[in-house]
């Protein structure tokens, strides 16, 4: 299993600009979110999906938006680029049940640089 | 509300030496308690767990115990490594609501040969 995959894994972008991260699993999860990670504060949730067909607002969704449209990718957009959305983003996803149903799977992250 | 407060970092230790870093929370329910790694260009791996009092998790040499009394889940290992170099999340979630991961800001060590 490659587990959870992130494309790109890093990237340029310039003011008004827009753009699509791309997540991927093969785990079959039911979940899957992205944050974002800025130096000295932790991962902040951006959106999340329950489920195919299904999004949600984590803590800091302005400026983004998902789609889920298949099970095992979930796609974060930004319409129009800001220097504030320059970050590291990570997708992360887990099993609806069972035991391990609160351990969340990382992908490798993408570098985001708006300038 | 719930959240996490770990140590600030950067730690700088010798190889062998021993390694603590400390995490607190607040939870409003029942937490369950995690460490995450993350090395030099990669994602998050998690490194152990704990999902009610007093239990210890273990992992690659690393402990962490559930203390209620204190709120606190300390991460410990006795002789760290220079492979050990990497930044160390404490993060919890809360039963009933597991889509909420709260993650403390995270704590990079240094481990010097």
């Known amino acids: 299993n490659a587990g959870v995959t992130q494309t790109p894994k890093f990237r340029v972008l310039k003011t008004g600009q827009s753009m699509t991260l791309l997540c991927a699993q093969d785990?079959?999860?039911?979940?899957m979110y992205w944050y974002r990670q800025d130096p000295g504060m932790g991962l902040r949730l951006i959106h999340y999906?329950?489920?195919?067909?299904?999004?949600a607002k984590g803590e800091v969704p302005d400026g983004y938006n998902v789609s889920r449209l298949k099970k095992q990718n979930f796609l974060l957009g930004l319409e129009s680029a800001a220097p504030s959305q320059t970050s590291v983003y990570f997708c992360a996803s887990r099993v609806e049940s069972g035991g391990a149903r609160n351990e969340q799977f990382f992908g490798p992250g993408t570098r985001l640089t708006v300038l | 509300g719930d959240s996490v407060t770990q140590m600030e970092g950067p730690v700088t230790l010798s190889e062998e030496a021993f390694l603590t870093i400390n995490c607190t929370y607040t939870?409003?329910?029942?937490?369950?308690l995690f460490w995450y790694v993350q090395y030099p260009g990669e994602g998050l791996q998690l490194l152990l767990k704990a999902t009610k009092a007093d239990d210890k998790g273990s992992n690659k040499g690393f402990e962490a115990t559930y203390r209620k009394e204190t709120t606190s889940f300390h991460l410990e290992k006795g002789s760290v490594q220079v492979s050990d170099s990497a930044v160390y999340f404490c993060a919890l979630t809360v039963k009933y609501n597991f889509n909420k991961f709260y993650f403390g800001s995270g704590t990079k060590l240094n481990v010097k040969p």
């Open positions: 999906s329950v489920g195919e067909g299904t999004t």
């Open positions: 785990m079959n999860h039911e979940y």
């Open positions: 939870a409003t329910g029942y937490p369950s």
